[in-house]
């Protein structure tokens, strides 16, 4: 059954030979879907028929957003470190040992309940596409666990046993990175598409440059896309490293040098950038125009975790990106579509154009500058299609 999707004011299309500019804009506008995939888009007035009409009444659409950073699967509660950055204590990833010791105490249904109910509070804010890493398991059979569940939800799953060392192998990180590229990837291997890594050598919970090498080199032994989050606390060897092994996305970018971002010029590696965990643990943002202005495709995620950055809310970061880290409206609502949909290595998602799959957000104002526009208010929406 074929639907047109009519009465759009404003149409993102993200593909500039489609429309005006980078986000190829079209003005009342109309698509037709069959089976999931859009088939035509264009002008209303020149819309082929169709079985069904859905109107949107002069809202504007824009592709779904496409969040390819978040920790969804875990159990607990940190709002008292929230509390306590907020009164000045400083954020070096050590808390996430306490969301382990919960992961690990959870059943699979509290887990399963948590992850759904996530999922559908992104997709109520307009996100239709979210990868999700395990990392709060740090046992073979937690992360195995976690994949299992976070593959109920997404395709887009990634494997991090190396988010920290976890406390049982405290002053033993090189014995924990043995079991992570062991025992433990060949375990989560068949359930994940990516592998991660926490390369932070200013952390002492973190891995170092060496330990992160041999971590991202047997996940791609392995047959996993890489990830790495990267330069996030200090400056360090992660976003070049990245780079070095075509890793799909360097993630967070916070501190960088000339040879950083020249490296990720000069690559395929798309810089993530993570606005709302600045936000929540009061850090220096990343300079989101410096990497623009050298070219670096970059793409903006929520990093939805009960830690660093406890939002789901893709049109939140694509404010903050706008008010703090010098981005344009149309770069943000770009990078946190078709950017996101680069992170991953997707060309069905993140844009609507014809063979597209038809996850349509509809913004209830005419323009999708009113995400940055009104922050806080929740304008966005995905579409929910009839079957």
Excluded at 10 to 26: H, I, K, Q, R, Y
Excluded at 91 to 103: E, K, L, R, S
Excluded at 120 to 144: F, H, I, N, P, W
Excluded at 254 to 262: M, R, S
């Amino acid at each position: 059954m074929s639907r047109l999707v009519a009465g759009i004011g404003e149409l993102v299309t993200n593909d500039a030979s489609l429309g005006d500019g980078p986000l190829g804009l079209l003005s009342d506008a109309a698509l037709v879907v069959v089976d999931g995939t859009v088939v035509w888009v264009g002008p209303e007035a020149a819309a082929p028929d169709a079985d069904t009409r859905i109107a949107v009444g002069g809202r504007a659409v824009l592709p779904g957003f496409v969040d390819s950073h978040a920790h969804l699967v875990f159990a607990g509660d940190r709002a008292g470190e929230f509390e306590a950055r907020m009164s000045g204590a400083r954020y070096d990833g050590g808390g996430i040992g306490t969301t382990v010791a919960a992961t690990r105490a959870a059943s699979d249904g509290e887990l399963r309940d948590r992850l759904r109910g996530l999922v559908a509070e992104m997709r109520r804010q307009g996100t239709t596409t979210v990868e999700v890493k395990s990392g709060y398991g740090l046992t073979v059979e937690d992360e195995v666990r976690s994949l299992r569940l976070a593959a109920e939800v997404t395709a887009e799953t990634t494997f991090l046993g190396a988010h920290v060392v976890p406390a049982e192998y405290r002053g033993r990180s090189d014995k924990y990175v043995d079991l992570v590229t062991g025992p433990m990837l060949a375990a989560c291997a068949p359930h994940a598409r990516w592998a991660d890594v926490f390369c932070e050598p200013g952390s002492a919970h973190a891995f170092d440059g060496d330990q992160a090498r041999a971590v991202l080199e047997a996940g791609r032994a392995a047959g996993l896309g890489l990830r790495v989050h990267a330069n996030q606390l200090t400056a360090g060897p992660g976003v070049r490293l990245a780079v070095e092994l075509d890793a799909a996305s360097a993630d967070h970018c916070t501190h960088l040098g000339a040879a950083d971002v020249d490296a990720l010029a000069g690559g395929t590696t798309v810089a993530t950038l993570l606005p709302g965990v600045e936000f929540s643990t009061r850090s220096p943002y990343p300079d989101a125009r410096r990497l623009l202005d050298a070219g670096v495709t970059v793409a903006l995620a929520t990093d939805c975790n009960p830690g660093s950055c406890f939002t789901s809310s893709m049109a939140f970061c694509i404010a903050l990106a706008v008010r703090e880290m010098r981005m344009t409206p149309a770069e943000a609502v770009w990078a946190a579509t078709a950017g996101g949909a680069t992170a991953l290595r997707r060309t069905d998602v993140g844009r609507l154009v014809p063979g597209a799959r038809a996850d349509l957000a509809v913004i209830d104002a005419p323009s999708y500058r009113h995400l940055a526009y009104r922050p806080g208010v929740p304008l966005v929406r995905a579409l929910e299609l009839p079957a």
